[in-house]
């Protein structure tokens, strides 16, 4: 019988190619024969899979947003059974800054793609908004239930600080990756921001971790 082939399994080991290799080479320079190689497997097949450099991108950007969610689930169950919503707050910002291995690559290679959607409508319109607008509705729910459980100072948005706390994390991810700062540092940065806008006592970080 011939052997019996896991499609999906198939197209995330392509991804997973595609995230080496543009680890090493930067995403604007990767190619669709780059990706096979790394694969092991016939461009042919990659473009059975993805027909165009374009198709293999956003699914590229799809496993990497897939891979951020099972860092920040990681970050939540460590946090332990009742962590409290600033320590989710803490989960969901801790996890994107590139304080090891994995993280580098997931905020450089997510810097990259921001830099390519500037000039690819496709790939703006899809996953590259979406995902964002996600993380930012779903932080701004975790401050209003803050908010709600009398946990924040008064006078907080939790819209506007949903924001500010994604930009920053966004800003300070960059500089870790360039030298500026260090993942403490950055780390320290988030806490005095957090301090300003939880009330006293309201901790329980989970601090950087992988």
């Known amino acids: 019988m011939p052997k019996r082939v896991d499609h999906a399994e198939r197209r995330t080991e392509i991804a997973e190619a595609l ?14 024969r780059d990706v096979a190689a790394e694969a092991g497997v016939s461009l042919r097949l990659v473009q059975y899979y993805f027909e165009t450099k374009e198709k293999l991108l956003l699914f590229g950007l799809r496993h990497l947003t897939e891979r951020f ?33 994995e993280s580098r690559a997931f905020h450089h290679l997510y810097t990259s793609y921001a830099v390519l959607a500037v000039h690819d409508e ?26 709600e459980a009398g ?32 993942p403490e540092s950055a ?7 957090l301090d300003r806008i939880f009330h006293p006592g309201e901790h329980g970080s989970p601090k950087t971790q992988g």
């Open 151 to 182: 946990l924040l100072r008064p006078g907080v948005d939790p819209g506007a600080e949903a924001v500010s706390l994604l930009a920053m994390s966004a800003g300070l991810g960059t500089s870790i990756l360039v030298g500026q700062r260090s």
């Open 19 to 32: 995230v080496r290799v543009a680890g090493r080479c930067g995403l604007h320079a990767v190619g669709m």
């Open 187 to 193: 780390t320290a940065i988030f806490e005095y921001h």
């Open 122 to 147: 496709a790939l703006a319109s899809q996953p590259f908004i979406k995902d964002p607008d996600a993380a930012e509705a779903m932080l701004t729910g975790l401050l209003r239930q803050a908010q």
């Open 69 to 101: 969610g099972e860092r920040v689930a990681a970050r939540i169950r460590a946090a332990g059974v009742d962590p409290g919503p600033r320590a989710l707050v803490e989960s969901l910002l801790m996890a994107a800054l590139p304080a090891d291995e």
